[in-house]
């Protein structure tokens, strides 16, 4: 699959070389979604990160609200990476999607060859969760001035 630059500049990308990043794609493997296909089941636990590589995926609560969308570029599964944790929410394809899954093992093989990568890779998915955190935060504080 072509990967245009839109879906290299995403924030799990940045700092990385080529090299680098044609090494993590490497590792995932794809499969193909179509609409309202289940990705992820929340409280299912997860072992891999996954990458939007075409697409769309809803993040669903235990009620089915969507909370957020992911689109090309984007990730998921990455809190499960951190502490090892089930999934936090589902993950369901809004149309017909392509993602790419990159097993834990497999991940944490080649981020122990390669330091650097581990080092930014880490930083790039501590930005994310931030990012993440702070739209959580921002909602709970919007819906709290609403009463």
Same mark, same amino acid.
């Given at each position: 699959?072509?990967?245009?630059?839109?879906?290299?500049?995403?924030?799990?990308?940045?700092?990385?070389?080529?090299?680098?990043?044609?090494?993590?794609?490497?590792?995932?493997?794809?499969?193909?979604?179509?609409?309202?296909?289940?990705?992820?089941?929340?409280? !299912?636990?997860? +072992?891999? #990160?996954?990458?939007? $590589?075409?697409?769309?995926? /809803?993040?669903?609560? *235990?009620?089915?609200?969507?909370?957020?969308?992911?689109?090309?570029?984007?990730?998921?599964?990455?809190?499960?990476?951190?502490?090892?944790?089930?999934?936090?929410?589902?993950?369901?394809?809004?149309?017909?999607?392509?993602?790419?899954?990159?097993?834990?093992?497999?991940?944490?093989?080649?981020? !122990?060859?390669? +330091?650097? #990568?581990?080092?930014? $890779?880490?930083?790039?998915? /501590?930005?994310?969760? *931030?990012?993440?955190?702070?739209?959580?935060?921002?909602?709970?504080?919007?819906?709290?001035?609403?009463?």
């Amino acid at each position: 699959m072509r990967l245009g630059p839109a879906f290299l500049r995403q924030e799990i990308f940045k700092g990385l070389t080529q090299d680098q990043i044609a090494s993590l794609l490497a590792l995932a493997n794809e499969k193909a979604y179509q609409d309202r296909d289940t990705v992820l089941r929340i409280n !299912e636990h997860n +072992h891999s #990160l996954y990458l939007v $590589l075409q697409g769309v995926v /809803a993040v669903k609560t *235990a009620t089915g609200d969507t909370i957020a969308t992911i689109s090309e570029g984007g990730v998921f599964g990455e809190v499960s990476i951190v502490d090892a944790q089930p999934a936090s929410a589902s993950i369901l394809s809004q149309g017909n999607s392509t993602i790419g899954i990159v097993g834990q093992r497999e991940l944490r093989t080649l981020l !122990e060859g390669d +330091h650097k #990568l581990k080092s930014q $890779l880490m930083e790039n998915l /501590a930005r994310i969760l *931030a990012a993440r955190l702070r739209a959580v935060n921002a909602h709970l504080i919007a819906g709290r001035m609403d009463d």
